[in-house]
Structure formats: structure tokens, C-alpha cells
């Protein structure tokens, strides 16, 4: 189901019920960009520890921002049956407040998604607002005090409410009280702009929402005026106003309230916006970040960290994509065992079952829920020789989840997973290599990997003025390299040795050598003089 500013408030109330049903919740998010190339050095590499990976992709949460956001809704019937309700979410920058924002397109993200089908016109012209609680204060304080305004500056938007006044102003000079006239064609912040601009100037007017774009605009008295303006009824009550300007933040805040587990797939991306939009601006602390997330979502699933450790363990054939992932559990990989759950889509949802629709978020944050459940069957069948229950709960399904939960996998870096609830372990990757040059002055660390570029993908740091150091996460690579390179005339390739290749503790070897060769010398000296 898709859902733009529109119709959003009216799914709100229904939302939150299933929500509170839901055994569940698993997510995907689509953004204008992913890595910002225009900043120095922001390549993911295998070099990054957690803060300096967190670092760089903070820069870039900030310059880039979310086109669409996918939330399935699992929720687990009497039966051994989970009903899925899946929504697509255009979302575009709140434009009510005093700044603008301010987002970076990149062309490869765009032209990704458009080759999947992407809707732009409904991410620009009816994509849901949002804040987060720092745009959301500042909003505040203009409300109450009467300065707020719509941050557009096109002349397409200006000539709507030029329009929509002369049209007020053309018919309120005949009108009687108690007449009304329909304003047409409004849309986003025009529908609450027009109504506060007209009631502002006109002491006479009242204007009401009709939906479907229009507003309805009546001549009253100056007494019936106030009435009315002291009335809960009124739509343009500033705590309403505000209410439409959060926009999605109030289903964030949902999501937030009632704590049911979250489920993605190489989910840090979409955590980290999450954060960054719709609760606080990102903080310049790893660890905060961290338990900023840990407070707001306490039971967090990757299924890519589930699914990279049943590979492991020869569960399940080694695929990449979720889509892959999804095709190889349901080819049923433990036909002697119980049968998985159902997985039905709800009736507003069915098109998902009929085709596959690849990088629309509301698709994939159906597979990745499907693929939660299919892998925790499996590892419970597996964990306890077949002897499940007909109908296992999703708390024994926790249960044997337990080792994954709040471990968001960690994409070519130096853990294998970020811990949430603790703290990150290091991952086990091949030997290190270095690389002495000789006879070819002024190597660049690019040219060291286009020389290595053909044979593997290796991540390159200068060590020393000749030396160089490769990391790569395929232990054949680095076997392969070891051996073209055993003869080469100017590249001499060994594995790393910290005690011998660190520069830190050559210089400490060579301190130390100096202060031998001096305390001898002295002892020398000082026999020869008592001799």
C-alpha cells in the first residue's frame, strides 16, 4: 500500500493499531544517495574501525536524505500464520519552519532507483513531512510566537496564494454572512498557508478543510468569527498545525513507544537516518549513537547477520542479496522438519505476492521480515532435531535468535558486526600483507591498488615511504597474490608482521639499540678508566 501526505493522517489511528498488534516490525528505507564521493576520504575501507566507518557515514547521512521508507507489519494469527501488511511511505523534508533544508542528490542513486521504477513525482509532490525534535523546537517557538512561515521561494507556489486571495477578496466585497465559496487545488502546506494568510487579513472569514485539495471559505461576523476560533474544532490550531508538520515523526514516535523489534537488512544505513531525521541530529560520539539507538529500539535484527552466520554454518548456500536470500529459504532447506509459518500478505498488499518489485521499500522490508522468520524455523528445527512445536511462538523464535539480536552487520571493516548492547567484537580476517617497493620512486597508494586491482580487491595504506599494507576479507586472494608475487622485480609482497614492519617499533627498536650501544660504551669506558 502506498501512502503520500494525502492520505497519511487518515492511516495514522489504523497504523498504530496494527502496530500494537504486531508480533514484529521489519523496515527498509530509500535515500537520495548512500556514500558522498565529494568528501575527502569517505570510502568505506577495511582500515575503519566502528567510529571511524561511523564517522564517515555520518557526514554522509547528513548531506543526503530518505525518498521512501518501507514498513511490513507482521502480525501472528491463532494458526501457525503471520498476516503481513505492507506500506510504502513517500517522505519529503518538512517545509514549514524558518530554514530550509538542504539535501545532496547523487546521480548513481537516482538512476539506480529510477531503473527500479521509483516514482520522483510522488517523493516531490506528495511525499509525507518530517522533523526531527531540534527542527520540531524551533517550529515551536515560531508557532507561538507567530513567525513562522512555508520555506518556498518558487513563483509556481507564490502564484497559489496569489490566486487563492484575489479570489477571496474578488467574492467577499457581495458576499452575505453565511455565505461560503470553495477554494480548489491546494495541496501540502498551501491548504494550512492559505487558511492562516486569509484569516490574518480578513477579520470576517472563516475558513474550514474540506479534503480532496479544496478549502472552504465562509463570510461570518466578527463575534461568530471568535467562536469559532476558540472552538476544538478548528483544523489551524497551532498544536494541529504542528501535528501535520511532523508528519511521519508521529508514526517514528509510535514505533519508538511501543518497543516491538525491529527487523532490517544491512540496516545501519537506515538506522543511522532514523536517528538523524526523526529523532535527534546525528552526535558527533560512536558510543552515543549507540545508545541512542539501544534506548529508542531495544531488540534490533539484521537479518544479514543472521543469514552471513548460517552460511557459515553450511545452513543455507552463500547468496548476497536479500532477493537471493529470500528465493533460497523458500526453497524449503529442511524438508523433513515441521512445516515454517504461513507468510500472507494482507488484501491491500497482494501485488507483492504476484511480482517481485526489487528495491521498493515496502517489497523489501517484506522479504526481510520473511527471511527473519524462515531462518529463525530453520535454526529452531536445527537447535532441537526437529522437535519443534506445531505452532512455535515468536518468542522461542527470539530465543534462538538470541546471538543475532542487536548485532546490525558491519559492511568491510574491522568488526564483523556493530553490538548495540555491548561492545563490538573484532572479526577474523586473512593476514594483513605489505608491500616493499624498490626501484620505483614516488609510488602512490593508488597506483599500489591499480597494480593489485586485476588480481583482487585490496584496500591500500601508505606504512612508510617505500612500504605499503594490504588488506583484503578473501584468505585466497591473499594466498594467490603471495605467490604471483614471490619473483617480482620492484614489488617485494610478505605478510605482516607488526614486531617487524610497525614503523612505531622500529623507531622503538632503533631508541633502544642507541641506548645500548651508549649504556656499553659507557660501561667500557668507565672499566678502561678504573683499570
Known sequence: MEVGAEGFAQHLPRLRRRILRAAFVALDVEFTGLHSTSLQN????????????????????????????GLAIFSKENSNKYVVHSYNFFLFPSTLGIKDVEF???????????????DYNKFLKDGIPYMNEVQEKILRQHLLAGTWKVCSTSNADRDVLK????????????????????????SGYHMIEVQLVLRQALENVWTEPLGDKKVMVKKVSPAHRQLLENSSYDRCQKKLILLSARGFTNLFQILVKVKKPL?????????????????RPLPESYEEFKRNIHNLFPVIIDTKTVTKSMQKKCLCPRVSSLVE???VLCSNLNPKGPPCPVIALASG??????????????????????VLLMSAHLLLCRSTDGAVEAEPSFSQYLAVLAEHVNKVNFIRGGVSSINFSGEDSPCRHPPALVVHVRGWPGLTEGQIYQEFKARCCFDVRRLSKNQFILLSNKYKQVRHVLRDYRHHPHLQVSVYRHWRHSPSVNCLLQISGIVALWSLLAFVLGGARSC
Open 349 to 370: 498488499c497482494s501485488r507483492y505476492a504476484e511480482k517481485k518489485f526489487p528495491h521498493e521499500a515496502g517489497y523489501d522490508a517484506f522479504l526481510c521480515g520473511s
Open 263 to 279: 527487523v532490517g537488512h544491512n540496516m545501519l544505513m537506515d538506522l543511522m537516518h532514523l536517528h538523524d531525521k526523526f529523532y
Open 163 to 186: 490566486k487563492a486571495i484575489d479570489e477571496v477578496t474578488t467574492w467577499i466585497g457581495a458576499a452575505k454572512e453565511e455565505d461560503t465559496m470553495v477554494l480548489q487545488d491546494l
Open 104 to 118: 545532496t542528490l547523487s546521480a548513481s542513486s537516482i538512476q539506480f532507483l529510477s531503473h527500479y521504477g521509483f
Open 42 to 69: 569517505n570510502e568505506p575501507s577495511l582500515f575503519d574501525s566502528p567510529a571511524e566507518r561511523y564517522g564517515k557515514a555520518r557526514q554522509s547521512v547528513q548531506r543526503f536524505t530518505l525518498v521512501q521508507l
Open 325 to 327: 536470500t529470500y528465493a
